[in-house]
């Protein structure tokens, strides 16, 4: 649980906008925000949701100080009777969210808020960066993950992660997306992500010789063992004394379970050469782990040249996902409560029509094929649509409305959960081992054309017949 209080960290606009909601009685009022992004990291097919946990945590305890009130009143911008406002201030909304570990696309909402003015703007702030930063990190993983090919990766990146929380919370998204364990012992201290690691160059050289290092890791842990074999010369002497290290300590105690780690040089070369010659010696059972710099496109070409490895360590290029670095989520208002409590659509337009958004209040649906269990496409549907999956459904592409696809035999599931009721959480945080579960199975779901890397098909997001048009009638009547 995170018991800091981070509601003076949101944009401060947010603040003066607030100020101004409250001095023009708009607080009141309920609002509808969506969070989205628009373009998937990488140019891939999918995306994976996460960060929810951190946003349970963060309404949980949302409150303002008497030391940020007094802060807020030296900026001599806010009226007092905002401030006098914000000392019993709580989020007393509604939140929907799509679970953690679900593949998600463009233009779908992940997360809806239902709140009053004020405590629906508050939180904006905290509710981009959570999912952008998380949902960023568990698309990466998942991609090396998918193209290490079963092969167990592991994330070894906190040294390279921007901050703390970038480390910490990064190594939680990377379990998500698949990763086995994680070098971070404080996230394996907060979220059980198992950690672990080998050694570093400097012990190696810390010794008079390469073998009395090996050896004496090996007396002091020898249930888990990997030695870094690159500090000198990997087949020259650094394999060659691992071997002997290993048949000297470790074989005697009927240890069999051990690896060493190349981490320089020809990674597939090097790893075909110490493999043989660990099985010249009659190493069968030692495992070779590689790291230096890698991702999904080198773990891919690594497999594809028949490179002898077993397991990945990949840093700098997951914790910061530094192909693609920013996940571009956005908090948009989508309706407003008039003083009837009826939910009136907005929309955001632009000459770029990518950024228009999509209006009102609404559910999002995902249809599966029932022979196959694939997932076939989603579906932004007003908040009180319904759909009987005994009953045939016609979807169509919202950009070529002649192109519709009648379902007959499906599965329908409605990806959003309600997660905060009246201000109240309602929803049970699932464990992270069963998050991680979860999203692997949901990647499943999805057919091989959307998951490779170069070029994938592009899932439908469609928008109903009647979110479509209403949609239509405010871009034809928007008021400039």
């Known amino acids: 649980m995170d018991n800091r209080n981070l509601s003076m960290l949101c944009d401060f606009y947010e603040l003066t906008m607030s100020n101004g909601y409250f001095k023009n009685d708009f607080y009141r009022r309920n609002t509808y925000f969506d969070v989205f992004f628009r373009s998937i990291p990488d140019h891939g097919g999918f995306a994976i949701a996460a960060g929810l946990e951190q946003i349970v945590e963060y309404i949980q305890q949302l409150h303002f100080t008497e030391e940020d009130i007094a802060y807020l009143r030296s900026k001599k911008l806010f009226d007092q009777g905002f401030l006098d406002y914000l000392r019993s201030f709580r989020f007393t909304g509604d939140l929907y969210a799509v679970p953690e570990g679900t593949p998600v696309f463009p233009n779908e909402p992940i997360l809806t808020v239902k709140a009053p003015a004020i405590e629906a703007q508050l939180i904006e702030t905290y509710l981009l960066l959570s999912i952008n930063h998380q949902s960023l990190i568990a698309t990466k993983a998942n991609r090396i993950v998918r193209a290490a090919q079963g092969k167990t990766v592991l994330e070894f990146g906190a040294r390279r992660a921007q901050g703390v929380d970038g480390a910490v919370i990064g190594a939680r998204a990377a379990y ?198 694939k997932a076939l496409a989603d579906e932004l549907c007003l908040w009180n649509e319904t759909v009987d999956p005994k009953e045939p459904h016609t979807i169509f592409d919202p950009n070529a409305v002649w192109k519709t696809k009648t379902l007959t035999d499906f599965a329908v599931r409605e990806l959003q959960v309600p997660v905060f009721q009246n201000g109240c959480c309602v929803y049970t945080l699932p464990a992270l081992k069963d998050i991680q579960s979860y999203c692997a199975q949901q990647v499943e779901s999805l057919w091989d054309e959307v998951k490779r890397f170069e070029n994938p098909h592009t899932y439908y997001v469609d928008l109903s017949n009647r979110l479509w048009t209403i949609k239509n009638q405010l871009l034809a009547g928007v008021k400039q």
């Open 176 to 373: 998500i997306g698949g990763c086995k364990g994680t070098s971070c012992t404080l996230t394996d201290e907060r979220f059980g992500v198992p950690a672990g690691g080998t050694m570093a160059h400097s012990w190696v050289q810390m010794f008079d010789t390469e073998y009395e290092a090996f050896k004496t890791y090996c007396q002091l842990y020898p249930q888990n063992t990997t030695l870094l074999v690159d500090t000198y010369n990997t087949l020259a002497s650094g394999v060659p004394n691992a071997i002997r290290a290993f048949q000297e300590v470790l074989l005697p105690q009927g240890i069999t379970d051990f690896a060493i780690r190349l981490d320089s040089g020809d990674i597939s070369y090097l790893s075909k050469k110490a493999r043989k010659m660990l099985d010249d010696a009659g190493l069968t059972e030692c495992k070779i782990v590689a790291s230096n710099s890698l991702d999904e496109h080198l773990i891919r070409d690594l497999l594809m040249q028949g490179a002898k490895i077993d397991s990945f360590g990949v840093g700098e290029q997951l914790i910061t996902s530094k192909s693609s670095p920013v996940f571009g989520g956005v908090y948009k208002l989508v309706a407003v409560e008039n003083d009837r409590g009826e939910i009136i659509p907005k929309i955001k337009v632009s000459e770029n029509t990518a950024k228009i958004t999509n209006p009102h209040f609404k559910k999002l649906y995902r249809y599966y094929d029932k022979k196959s269990g």
